[in-house]
């Protein structure tokens, strides 16, 4: 099984701009991968962010951006607000299976 | 907005098999656009998606490589429900068990699987 790695934490000041990454062990991540990003809280279920690479949810902030950048998946993140503070999970797709990164602990700080 | 709620027990004993039901709303379990994804948590592993099915034409599914000898879900298009069974659970096993739609989208409220003696 694929193996999706993601940044374990990251630090963004408020206001500011950061880069979530999410890469496959098999290789280059492609629009095939059809990345999906999702958010999660404490004591919350994870709720959608990003579904096929860049697609918003109509509840997903505009300062949320996904894309392709090298050979990673990316979330990008501008004007990073304090709510904005939770991990981050990317999900890829493998011919059927999907499989989870092991989160980024976004800190707004 | 599709709504969906689990039961089921939330606790299991060793070797035996769990059951989780999500009962659906606000769309057809058949729905040949839905897919019902399975997915669990815990500490140790983070989030873990174990599979889904889908209806087109016939009913179709995926697992993941290491659940596939040990999982199904099954479809209910009488209850518009979808069941996910594990066999043979160990503790390592214990987690947090979320039904989810096809882009991840709605979420069941989570069971929390308790697998002892």
């Known amino acids: 099984q694929a193996v999706v790695t993601q940044e374990p934490s990251l630090t963004v000041s408020p206001g500011g701009t950061v880069t979530l990454t999410c890469g496959s062990s098999t290789g280059i991540v492609t629009s095939g991968h059809y990345a999906n990003w999702l958010q999660q809280k404490p004591g919350q279920v994870p709720r959608a962010l990003i579904f096929d690479t860049s697609n918003k949810h109509s509840w997903t902030p505009t300062r949320f951006l996904g894309s392709l950048l090298g050979d990673k998946a990316a979330l990008t993140l501008s004007g990073a607000q304090p709510e904005d503070e939770a991990d981050y999970y990317c999900l890829l797709f493998y011919s059927g299976v999907r499989v989870f990164g092991g989160g980024t602990k976004l800190t707004v700080l | 907005q599709v709504q969906l709620q689990q039961s089921g027990p939330g606790l299991v004993k060793p070797s035996q098999t769990l059951s989780l039901t999500c009962a659906i709303s606000g769309d057809s379990v058949s729905s040949s656009s839905a897919a019902w994804n399975w997915v669990r948590q815990s500490p140790s592993r983070g989030l873990e998606w174990l599979g889904r099915?889908?209806?087109?034409?016939?009913?179709?599914?995926d697992y993941a490589v290491s659940m596939k000898s040990r999982i199904t879900i099954i479809p209910d298009t009488s209850k518009n429900q979808i069941s996910l069974q594990l066999n043979s659970v160990t503790p390592e096993d214990t987690a947090v068990y979320y039904c989810?739609?096809?882009?991840?989208?709605?979420w069941g409220q989570g069971t929390l699987v308790t697998v002892s003696s």
């Open positions: 989810a739609s096809r882009y991840h989208d709605s």
């Open positions: 099915a889908y209806y087109r034409s016939r009913w179709q599914s």
